[in-house]
């Protein structure tokens, strides 16, 4: 059973669509998308494109991030035809269109396909071609709280080593009173978890398969990586971290339980809202860490706004797409919402705006990690693959949420650093095998 959500000014433009005294029948969207806060905002202000489309009415699917990319997958390889647009990633576009589950997405002169970032515009592009519309791209980056460090004597350098966060989050750390010196991902998932995680072992030289596709959590830098990580959560991160992802972290941020968060770009907006953050005129920012090898610890990924090619509906779901990724959607939120709250991460014009400039103090450093991510050269050593916060082949959604459970498990200590690490290598190399690599 598919539930409704809609804001107030959307279902009124359903009804006027669908009870309209023309008696024409609208044409209804389903689109799936994340629970994030930047989709929640699009859905509330949806009733200005359904005023200037009558004829169109949005039905929303809204679901966490896992659920989301379960039902989204599933549906369009088994072309279930559920959804009109998915809310998709940057690993889903380039191997989901090779499989022709995509329309390829054209937009007239207005739209300025050449505004869009060009780190990004390719992640979502084959042989020059749009297969998906960035709703908002992210990398990642360190948020911290001043006040903190300066209660404790600490400068937060602009790009600081993983010695440093960890060495700070320790300090910081006043487990007493709630406030923990550090938050982090550690709910089992591809992109929940292994996100981060990926992103981090890159700066400490691991990788996810040598040149010849063997898995590599024997070697030592997973071990380091993966060692590091759960030291610092035991010593300095919150009660049920394994529990958590972006969403949980979030909340725990806002309400100043955090020293430190190091997470997506795209929540630099929300940790700095006075509306929605009881810390907004205490937060700082970095860029991600790294360990002294060239790599540092950020990942490169945008939400983006796709048309299966099950849809009935392609050109009311591509009218819809161009309007949720348009300047002029950019513009409707910094009306409604300020500036700070347009969706990040998508457009060269926008880190050019001097509005934005001076009501996101997070631009520069958002644009800086966004511009060093490289997807093709993502680790220290050669890979057969590209991808910084993931692997570009099918197998690895499943192989990669797999891998997430086990370092979940080590997190919240129902097993070792050690073990996790051999059963990550033990069901990476059986289904690699299975799925026949090296191919």
């Given at each position: 059973m598919r539930v409704r959500l809609c804001a107030v000014a959307t279902c009124s433009a359903m009804a006027i669509a669908a009870f309209g005294t023309t008696g024409a029948t609208a044409e209804t969207l389903t689109i799936a998308t994340v629970n994030n806060g930047d989709m929640i905002r699009m859905q509330k202000l949806a009733g200005a494109f359904t005023e200037k489309n009558p004829d169109i009415t949005l039905e929303w699917v809204t679901l966490e991030e896992n659920v989301l990319r379960q039902r989204v997958t599933t549906d369009i390889a088994t072309k279930g035809g559920q959804y009109d647009i998915m809310t998709i990633g940057t690993y889903e576009v380039p191997i989901w269109a090779a499989q022709d589950?995509?329309?390829?997405?054209?937009?007239?002169?207005?739209?300025?396909?050449?505004?869009?970032?060009p780190a990004i515009r390719a992640g979502l592009s084959i042989d020059g071609a749009l297969y998906a519309a960035?709703?908002?791209?992210?990398?990642?980056?360190?948020?911290?709280?001043?006040?903190?460090?300066?209660?404790?004597?600490?400068?937060?350098?602009?790009?600081?080593?993983?010695?440093?966060i960890g060495e700070a989050a320790r300090k910081i750390t006043d487990k007493g009173n709630e406030i923990y010196g550090i938050c982090l991902r550690g709910k089992a998932g591809w992109g929940e978890n292994m996100a981060f995680l990926t992103a981090m072992a890159n700066s400490f030289g691991a990788r996810w398969f040598d040149m010849d596709w063997n898995p590599q959590f024997d070697q030592p830098q997973w071990k380091e990586a993966l060692q590091f990580y759960i030291d610092l959560m035991k010593?300095?991160?919150?009660?049920?971290?394994s529990s958590n992802g972006f969403n949980e972290n979030l909340a725990l941020f806002q309400t100043g339980k955090c020293g430190m968060w190091i997470d997506a770009t795209?929540?630099?907006?929300?940790?700095?809202?006075?509306?929605?953050?009881?810390v907004a005129d205490k937060v700082g920012f970095a860029l991600a860490p790294d360990n002294g090898l060239g790599k540092r610890g950020n990942w490169l990924w945008a939400w983006s706004l796709a048309v299966p090619a099950g849809s009935q509906k392609t050109d009311?779901?591509?009218?819809?797409?161009?309007?949720a990724t348009s300047k002029e959607y950019s513009e409707l939120v910094a009306e409604k919402e300020g500036w700070a709250n347009v969706p990040p991460g998508t457009r060269t014009?926008?880190?050019?705006?001097?509005?934005y400039q001076e009501a996101a103090p997070f631009a520069d450093l958002t644009l800086k990690s966004i511009q060093a991510a490289d997807p093709t050269h993502p680790t220290v050593d050669d890979v057969p693959y590209v991808g910084v916060q993931f692997v570009a082949?099918?197998?690895?959604?499943?192989?990669?949420?797999?891998?997430?459970?086990?370092?979940?498990?080590a997190l919240a200590g129902q097993t070792t650093v050690d073990q996790a690490l051999a059963g990550a290598q033990a069901l990476t190399a059986r289904e690699m095998q299975k799925a026949g690599y090296p191919k």
């Open positions: 589950w995509l329309v390829p997405l054209d937009f007239d002169a207005d739209y300025d396909v050449d505004d869009l970032l960035p709703f908002y791209g992210e990398s990642s980056f360190v948020m911290y709280r001043k006040d903190l460090f300066d209660e404790a004597g600490l400068e937060m350098p602009e790009a600081p080593t993983w010695d440093f010593d300095a991160g919150p009660p049920g971290a795209v929540a630099a907006s929300f940790v700095s809202n006075p509306d929605e953050s009881k009311a779901a591509k009218k819809f797409i161009a309007w014009s926008l880190y050019a705006n001097p509005a082949i099918p197998e690895f959604q499943g192989i990669g949420t797999a891998v997430g459970q086990q370092f979940s498990a």
